[in-house]
Each structure stands twice: as C-alpha cells, then as structure tokens.
C-alpha cells in the first residue's frame, strides 16, 4: 500500500490566520495534516543510534525526577526504559528524511527562509518535557496516538524555572486552556506561551514544525565579521595632532572621531551578503541521508524532480543562496532557481516552464552534487 506524503491545510484564510493569529494566539486545528504514517517509531529509533543526528532522551513526569540523555543513544538503551514516562526527540527529522520535508511546502503562507526544522518526538504513555515556553513560533502536529495539552499565559527571561531538573521547566504554570490532539490535529502556538503535552497513549508521535527566529545580536556578529573579512588593517594615526589640555582625558571629538572611523568599516553589501549566508546555512549540514524516490514517486506520480531535505534555498537579488553558498544567476536561471526555492517537488511542466541551456546546465551541477534529485 502506497503511504500517502505528509500534508497540512490552513483551515482558514491565510490573511485571516497571519493578522489574528500568527505571532498572537494560538490556535487548534483539528483534521487539519495527513500523511503522517511514516516515520514510525522504530524508524525515529533508528535515526537516534546515528552520530550525526540530534536526539534526546528525556524521562520523568509530575515532580520527577527528570533526567536527560544526550544521543546518540546505544540500541540496548531502549529496551531499559519501561512502559511510561519516557520521551525520544530527533530533531530536523526532514534533513533526513527528504519524505518528511514535504510537508513544508504547505507552509508557503509564509517565506521559506523564516522555517527552520521538523523535530519528531515519540512518547511512551505519561512522557512529557515537562511545562516551558518556546521562543520561537511552532506547529504542533499530531501525527500518532493522542495528546493532552496545557496552555499557559505568555513567558519571557524573567519567568521563573525549575533548579532541579535538568530542562528549561517552567516552575509554575496556570492552565489557561487545554486540548485533546489526536491524529491529524495541529495546534500552532506563537513564541512565548506556555505549553505542557503528555501523551495519552503509549504510540504517541507528533512533529513539531519549528521556525527560524534571526537573534539580532547573532546577525550583527556575523555581518561585522563578514564585513572585515578581507579588509586591510586600519590603523589610528593622528599626525600634526596638538598637545592634550589633560593627558589623562579622552576628549570627545577623539571618541567621536574613532568611532566614525570604525563604523566606516561596515560595508552594506557584505552585510547583506551575511544575511543571506545565515539565512539559507541548514541547521544540520550535510547530505549523508540519501532521498528515497521509490517513496515520494508513488505517492506523487507527477513529480519528476525532488529537493533534498538537507537542502536550504533562497533568492536574494541576482543570487541564489543555496545552504550558505551564493551562486550568482544568470539568463534563465534566475526563474529556474526561483520555482526550486519556492517548493521542493517539482513536475515536467513545471520545469519545462523555466528550464533554458543555462538553466539546465546549473540544474545538473546540483543534481550532480546531491542537491536535487530525480524520481
């Protein structure tokens, strides 16, 4: 039987949902994915034995004890942990599993460039990470099994947490509102708001479909680094200078002076070079997971062409910026790169649409490098 690629339906306008909900409330949406079969569990095991992949294991409920495990995890491990209160989470599931990815073509209401990465948790009967907050906006699908879930008011640094138990858990949490997801539903929370799932079942599998949140002050490290990369050093000179009033001041037009200088340094167009370097750089890197055509080419059988998971994408300008790398666009290819960036799956006529003799040439370099894919 053909398992069917993961979907999600906004059920209702997406002005509608940007303007009175998106980084306001929250919101739950019953019915509103599908295509979640796979991974099972087992697969989600599997994925947490890897070295290169980000798990953890999380164990505790109520008052605890918590305890977390960093993975990669041994095999053995699992058979150790019991029936309840147990919790496995691998994060940026899409980067390897390219089937997974696909389901952030439905999230095209907003820019690409603003998702980070599917995280996929599986929890025992009782398993939690306990009540926090995020700071970043997030989808919470339920993909298997069904959970319970707590709503709180809005939280920032100043909440008070838990100095006991090794997460970030919030000490206290006054329940707000609450939610029975089951199979399918997906409950969007914006940053800030305190949240605590429990699984009702012991298959309890649900996605979580996080976004990049740019931290101004990581941005402006990476804009001045990029921008000094191969500037020439530049040295304080103040020749014909007169004899200082008092030698043990530092007057105001020197101050004013050396920061005009310094400031001067800051070139725009590396910066904006940087922005689009941090913006398009994958959580994860490298492609080690391979794409499975079989999969997405029976569910799909329109789709000729398929973006690997671990591949991030964006047009800036002239430019595609493909996992931290520009490539500068020509011809044919600017439309080309513009239809790849927007979706990952792509049909003949789809391409046939934007392919020329430049645009194909570009396109086979990618594929070539693992990037794209044919089905």
């Not at 095991?45 to 070295?51: K, R």
């Not at 949240?195 to 309890?204: E, I, Q, R, Y």
Request: proline letters at 7%; a negative charge.
């Amino acid at each position: 039987m053909t398992q069917p690629l993961p979907r999600f339906t906004l059920p209702l306008a997406p002005e509608d949902f940007l303007a009175r909900h998106w980084q306001r409330a929250p919101l739950f949406m019953p019915g509103a994915a599908a295509g979640l079969a796979h991974p099972d569990a087992d697969t989600l095991a599997g994925l947490a034995l890897e070295p290169e992949v980000e798990s953890r294991l999380i164990q505790g409920a109520g008052d605890g004890p918590w305890s977390l495990e960093q993975g990669p995890l041994e095999a053995e491990r699992f058979a150790e942990l019991g029936e309840r209160d147990w919790t496995l989470l691998v994060q940026s599931v899409d980067h390897y599993l390219t089937e997974v990815s696909l389901l952030l073509d439905d999230f095209r209401f907003l820019p690409g460039w603003r998702l980070e990465d599917i995280m996929i948790s599986y929890a025992a009967e009782g398993g939690s990470v306990g009540p926090h907050y995020d700071q970043y906006d997030v989808f919470l699908v339920q993909a298997a099994g069904r959970r319970h879930w707590r709503l709180g008011p809005e939280c920032d640094d100043s909440s008070r947490l838990r100095g006991d138990v090794p997460l970030k858990m919030l000490a206290d949490m006054p329940v707000t509102g609450e939610h029975i997801a089951g199979p399918g539903d997906v409950l969007y929370l914006p940053p800030g708001v305190a949240h605590h799932g429990v699984a009702l079942d012991s298959d309890c599998i649900t996605w979580s479909v996080g976004f990049r949140a740019p931290d101004y002050r990581d941005l402006l490290a990476e804009m001045v680094a990029e921008t000094l990369a191969d500037a020439a050093p530049t040295l304080y000179r103040d020749a014909g200078r007169v004899a200082p009033a008092d030698p043990g001041r530092l007057e105001a037009g020197e101050r004013e002076a050396m920061l005009e200088q310094a400031l001067g340094l800051f070139d725009r167009a590396a910066a904006r070079n940087a922005l689009a370097r941090w913006l398009s750089t994958p959580r994860q890197s490298g492609l080690d997971f391979l794409i499975d055509p079989a999969h997405i080419r029976a569910a799909d059988s329109d789709a000729v062409l398929v973006r690997h998971g671990g591949v991030r994408l964006l047009v800036a300008d002239d430019t595609a910026w493909l996992n931290g790398e520009p490539w500068p666009l020509h011809g044919g290819q600017l439309a080309l790169a513009g239809l790849l960036a927007r979706q990952r799956r792509y049909t003949d006529k789809e391409l046939a649409a934007v392919l020329d003799a430049d645009g194909r040439a570009l396109l086979d370099h990618w594929m070539d490098q693992g990037y794209f894919a044919e089905l």
